[in-house]
């Protein structure tokens, strides 16, 4: 079956840089577009991050954009989001999905999920 195993998250002082990455088996990976999201609590799961089957395109929510980035690797069927100036209100946890189709912003245009992995930024 299909899995996307997060890591990479953890405790970051403000200014702080962490590097996610994502793992995916049980599926062609380089079939999929790939997409951040995370979600803090008492919040609505918020769009990050996105980039295309062989990553010739990638987006970014307006709040990280200048400061994260994605990419992929096809041949580790792994994405990665490399995020410098972390702020405190990064402080989430974050997810990788699948797209069959074009990304979007959109959770429900997303058909599989990881289980999340922590991201905590202190001031």
């Known amino acids: 079956q299909v899995q996307l195993v997060e890591s990479g998250g953890g405790l970051v002082q403000a200014g702080g840089s962490l590097r996610l990455s994502c793992a995916a088996s049980g599926l062609h990976f380089s079939s999929y577009a790939m997409g951040w999201f995370r979600q803090a609590p008492g919040k609505e799961r918020e769009f990050v991050s996105a980039i295309t089957w062989i990553g010739g395109s990638t987006f970014y929510a307006g709040s990280v954009k200048g400061r994260f980035t994605i990419s992929r690797d096809n041949a580790k069927n792994t994405v990665y989001l490399q995020m410098n100036s972390l702020k405190p209100e990064d402080t989430a946890v974050y997810y990788c999905?699948?797209?069959?189709?074009?990304?979007?912003?959109?959770?429900?245009?997303?058909?599989?999920w990881g289980q999340g992995t922590q991201v905590t930024v202190s001031s």
């Open positions: 999905a699948t797209a069959a189709a074009p990304p979007t912003t959109l959770p429900d245009n997303y058909n599989y």
